[in-house]
């Protein structure tokens, strides 16, 4: 059985483990979260068919924000591109085709990022649309799963 001196002891080094554990665990959370601006909420709100009190009762301003949906929906169709990793493709091969079509800074950080995960030997052959707008982390887990087909 714990005495008092143990006991005192063993509930400091859990209480010092909780705090530290806490305190990475916010550090590393903050620094993968997306910034949520009120554009990119009322964005969003949008895509899901959201619309705003004034909308609903000025037709004008939906015909306008219509136009503007669009509008941003052409631009986001141009800004897919494919990408095709092929059997015998190493990581360092598909950060070569994201860098050369722009959808990431450097090769380095993605390899980085991908080496982080233990991923590198884990991607699945096949044709991928990446928007320029998806994250590093979003591609990887694309090519993680891989193009199954769906159940339908």
């Not at 909780?18 to 990475?24: D, F, G, T």
């Not at 009120?38 to 899901?48: D, T």
């Given at each position: 059985?714990?005495?008092?001196?143990?006991?005192?002891?063993?509930?400091?080094?859990?209480?010092?483990?909780?705090i530290?554990?806490?305190?990475?665990?916010?550090f590393?959370?903050?620094?993968?979260?997306?910034?949520?601006?009120?554009?990119?909420?009322?964005?969003?709100?949008?895509?899901?068919?959201?619309?705003?009190?004034?909308?609903y009762?000025?037709?004008?301003?939906?015909?306008?924000?219509?136009?503007?949906?669009?509008?941003?929906?052409?631009?986001?169709?141009e800004?897919?591109?494919?990408?095709?990793?092929?059997?015998?493709?190493?990581?360092?091969?598909?950060?070569?085709?994201?860098?050369?079509?722009?959808?990431?800074?450097?090769?380095?950080?993605?390899?980085?990022?991908?080496?982080?995960?233990?991923?590198?030997?884990?991607?699945?052959?096949?044709?991928?649309?990446?928007?320029?707008?998806?994250?590093?982390?979003?591609?990887?887990?694309?090519?993680?799963?891989?193009?199954?087909?769906?159940?339908?």
């Amino acid at each position: 059985m714990l005495d008092k001196k143990n006991l005192r002891i063993l509930l400091l080094g859990v209480g010092i483990g909780l705090i530290l554990s806490s305190s990475l665990n916010l550090f590393f959370q903050s620094s993968n979260q997306k910034k949520i601006t009120p554009e990119y909420i009322r964005a969003e709100a949008r895509r899901l068919g959201m619309i705003e009190p004034k909308e609903y009762f000025d037709k004008s301003v939906t015909d306008q924000n219509q136009t503007a949906d669009n509008q941003q929906l052409e631009i986001e169709e141009e800004a897919v591109v494919v990408i095709v990793i092929r059997k015998g493709n190493t990581s360092e091969d598909v950060a070569k085709l994201l860098k050369e079509n722009n959808l990431v800074e450097s090769e380095n950080m993605f390899l980085n990022r991908i080496y982080a995960r233990k991923a590198a030997s884990k991607l699945q052959t096949g044709s991928y649309a990446f928007n320029k707008n998806m994250t590093v982390d979003e591609m990887i887990d694309a090519m993680l799963i891989g193009n199954k087909p769906s159940g339908n």
